[in-house]
């Protein structure tokens, strides 16, 4: 008897089953389900309905707003057969006929996917060209799905450009590409091009609160609204974040919490954004200081604070426009926000936002980032301080350092002036005056630009002729004076050295208002801050006007 026992196959493990990412699962698989590109539906309705279907179209768009979803979409738009078998192509296929399936499934032998990036040389393309000859075995049509066709090499667009222009009535190009400037001219010529959207955030986050209640998955509306703004448009990095989100949450059943994703996604909370940029504009520096560490401990990054704080500026000002609040936006941010669209003007919001981005920047090629974000934070703290150039001109017009600054003294406008008759102008700004009022404007402007001044004892005027001066001037001088004052005048030119003419002494006293405001303490402070700002010429004529008005 034997003492061997038949203890049977050994025990398999039960397989598990394989989980499919939200991205996959949730991949549109009709029209109707594809979010965010209602123009581009409505033109391919069109024409599938008026048979107007081009041979070839390019799909171009950032990453994730279904670039290859919609070819897979056309594919089976132009192959469905309907439920029955009967069918024609459709803008709305049925999802169950066997081309539909097969297609949904990537199994279609008309149906060819070609990834571009591993298949980029012209035997590659000679293979599609070949192929392209033969007839469809069970589709209506042959479609080949090219996938960042931007990768294909030179030599392989070439290959493709005759098919391309001239393909057999039985086959369909289909290319996708998230970089169209790299796809030759040629071939965009030879397409039908679709530009894809970027999906707007509200929408992505609706679409993600769908998912959410199809997975059992509580989320609240915060913490969606944060995943759309983080997914950039991009419908699959939404929901990879969601997905990622979800695993966060656990298993206890908490749900996705907009605490849980800032963490998860390190982002600043929108709380402590709130009260750092309140210290920002009140100046408090410590504090502010302060706030940013806290922020910096809990793991947020520098540059998150920065895009957080660039986020409320463009909130502000956008709120100081009069623009509809964001749909979930909470009380006291939209309270927040018409608070300080009250109290900051454009020209400080647009400030606060050149500044932010430099800090940006800064940061974003630091050694050490957090440092260089403080030091950023506190250049800002200082220009919030600071008055708006246009606020320094108002400032120094109405008393400021510049009511301390003597412009230089104007040099004499005549030599030897002798006592003339009240009658007559006695000089030159008298006779330039006097020119304007009788409506010679033209050759008040000559005089005042050209005139060198060498005696002036009316009706006598000698001009110096080492200047350069018109003769015309002289003869028109000599001859409206005595029209307009009754008198016969002598204007002549002298080979002497003259005066300055008055634009000369107008932009000498220009250039010494000019340094004098510059090197004002506050103005220094200000050019510090803004090393770009200019002082507005505008600004400088008022203020000169205000100056000879006193």
């Known amino acids: 008897m034997s003492d061997s026992f038949d203890l049977g196959a050994p025990a398999q493990p039960a397989k598990a089953d394989v989980y499919r990412v939200l991205a996959r699962k949730y991949r549109p698989q009709t029209f109707a389900e594809l979010i965010g590109q209602d123009a581009m539906v409505t033109t391919l309705a069109n024409a599938i309905k008026r048979g107007r279907l081009a041979h070839a179209f390019l799909l171009t768009g950032v990453r994730g707003v279904g670039k290859t979803s919609t070819a897979r979409l056309i594919a089976k738009a132009l192959n469905c057969i309907g439920p029955d078998g009967n069918g024609g192509p459709t803008i709305d296929p049925c999802g169950v006929c066997e081309p539909c399936r097969a297609i949904a499934e990537g199994r279609h032998i008309d149906v060819i996917e070609m990834d571009a990036a591993s298949h980029t040389g012209v035997d590659d393309v000679r293979e599609i060209i070949d192929a392209s000859r033969y007839s469809a075995v069970s589709a209506r049509f042959k479609i080949y799905i090219i996938d960042e066709v931007h990768m294909l090499s030179k030599n392989a667009f070439n290959a493709l ?38 999906i707007p955030a509200e929408k992505l986050a609706d679409h993600f ?32 974040i969601l997905d990622q989100a979800i695993a966060h949450a656990g298993i206890e059943g908490e749900g996705v919490k907009a605490a849980a994703v800032r963490e998860m996604l390190g982002l600043s909370d929108r709380g402590a954004t709130r009260d750092l940029f309140g210290l920002v504009l009140t100046g408090d520096g410590q504090a502010a200081l302060a706030a940013l560490r806290r922020q910096y401990d809990f793991g947020v990054d520098p540059l998150g604070v920065l895009r957080a704080l660039l986020e409320t500026v463009h909130a502000t000002t956008l709120v100081k426009l009069g623009t509809a609040p964001e749909p979930g936006q909470a009380t006291e941010e939209r309270e927040a926000l018409a608070a300080w669209a009250g109290k900051l003007s454009f020209a400080s919001l647009h400030r606060l936002w050149q500044l932010l981005l430099k800090g940006h920047d800064e940061v974003a090629r630091a050694a050490l980032p957090i440092e260089a974000c403080e030091m950023a934070l506190l250049r800002l703290i200082h220009a919030s301080t600071l008055p708006d150039p246009g606020e320094l001109a108002r400032m120094i017009a109405n008393g400021g350092p510049i009511g301390t600054i003597a412009a230089p003294a104007a040099p004499a406008a005549r030599a030897n002036a002798a006592p003339v008759e009240a009658a007559l102008p006695g000089t030159l700004e008298e006779l330039i005056a006097f020119l304007e009022d009788k409506g010679e404007q033209g050759l008040a402007v000559k005089l005042s630009r050209s005139a060198s001044i060498v005696r002036f004892e009316a009706p006598e005027l000698v001009l110096s002729s080492l200047r350069p001066i018109s003769v015309d001037l002289v003869r028109d001088l000599n001859i409206e004076l005595k029209r307009l004052t009754g008198k016969p005048w002598r204007v002549i030119t002298e080979d002497s050295p003259g005066a300055p003419t008055l634009k000369e002494v107008e932009d000498s006293r220009r250039e010494a208002m000019r340094a004098a405001i510059l090197d004002t303490p506050v103005v220094k402070a200000a050019f510090e801050a803004f090393p770009d700002a200019e002082f507005p010429e505008s600004e400088l004529d008022r203020l000169m006007a205000a100056q000879r008005s006193r």
């Open 161 to 198: 450009l005759k098919t391309l222009e001239e393909p057999p009535a039985h086959v369909k190009f289909l290319f996708a590409t998230t970089e169209v400037n790299k796809v030759p001219v040629t071939v965009l010529s030879r397409c039908q091009r679709f530009d894809l959207r970027r």
């Open 209 to 240: 609160a769908r998912v959410s209640e199809a997975e059992g998955v509580e989320a609240e509306p915060e913490a969606l609204a944060l995943i759309a703004r983080a997914a950039e448009g991009s419908a699959r990095d939404g929901l990879s």
